[in-house]
């Protein structure tokens, strides 16, 4: 049980952080162009 409530906030984690530098990469894109 102890592994796989570890193995959920890894996976948990990483979503977290893909969809951060997601938002700061459309965030610097946005800022380039100019939107």
Request: hydrophobic content about 45%; proline content about 0%.
């Amino acid at each position: 049980m102890l592994v796989f409530d570890w193995k959920i906030k890894w996976i948990y984690n990483i979503l977290i952080l893909k969809n951060y530098k997601h938002l700061l990469t459309s965030n610097e894109y946005y800022n380039t162009h100019g939107l």
